[in-house]
């Protein structure tokens, strides 16, 4: 498969059309931003653990009878994907309250929730990704009722598998966002699940194994992804 034309650089990745229109070939990067790009950083090795982490988790997931963009890992930090008609909607499932979430209901970070949480934020840098509702939604037009009640659906079965296979290699699955888009009328997930999109705590210590090592300054960033990969594939 031929790599052709660059067609986006996002901040984590960048995308490149292929001699097949409805393949395209993701490229990930290390580079690393955080607070809508306020924060910028390099994590070496980066790209080439969340490409990986990605690959394992979509497979994991196709297993299960989630329907995906991935197609197949080709490089070290490359993997081809169905090209998607993006729904500017991020989908964010939580577990135990930590991130926004803590901060914007008074709660503590690590407080188990009785009942997963979905949330959705309309992707758009110029607002810093406000949180919106299935109101707000129909009302930019930004996917039918029926798309949104399928996306949830699936939000939350992605949810219980990764929970069951993280559970017994010592790693608990506080939040995660995922994206979704349109591939010739059916509704795949798209984008990546790495340490980038997830909150991993390790289940004894609630050592953080994910972004946050890097958002808020705690070092080590690069042995947590490792450590990620090393515990989904030791
Ligand atoms: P929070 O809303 O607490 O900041 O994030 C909740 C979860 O969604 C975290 O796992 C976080 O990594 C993920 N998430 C939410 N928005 C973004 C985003 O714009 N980029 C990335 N990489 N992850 C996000």
């Known amino acids: 498969m031929q790599k052709g034309e660059l067609l986006y650089e996002g901040k984590a990745k960048k995308v490149y059309r292929t001699d097949d229109p409805g393949v395209y070939l993701v490229e990930y990067k290390d580079d690393a931003t955080a607070f809508n790009g306020l924060k910028k950083g390099v994590i070496s090795g980066k790209g080439e653990l969340n490409n990986k982490i990605s690959a394992h988790f979509f497979r994991l997931l196709e297993g299960k009878g989630i329907a995906t963009h991935f197609v197949k890992q080709v490089g070290e930090r490359e993997m081809l994907v169905r090209a998607l008609e993006i729904i500017p909607v991020e989908v964010v499932v939580r577990n135990i309250a930590a ?46 009722g029926e798309e949104m009640s399928a996306i949830k659906k699936v939000a939350l079965s992605v949810n219980e598998i990764l929970r069951s296979y993280l559970t017994p290699r010592n790693l608990e699955l506080v939040d995660f966002k995922l994206e979704f888009g349109r591939h010739e009328g059916k509704i795949l997930l798209g984008d990546e699940i790495s340490p980038d999109t997830c909150r991993f705590w390790d289940t004894r210590t609630k050592e953080k194994l994910d972004k946050d090592r890097f958002r808020r300054d705690l070092g080590g960033v690069e042995e947590a992804y490792q450590e990620v990969w090393r515990r989904l594939v030791g």
């Open 99 to 144: 991130g926004s979430l803590a901060r914007r209901l008074g709660m503590d970070e690590g407080t188990a929730l009785p009942r997963p949480v979905v949330e959705y934020y309309y992707k758009s840098d110029e607002l810093g990704d406000p949180m919106i509702n299935d109101d707000h939604i129909a009302v930019l037009n930004l996917a039918t």
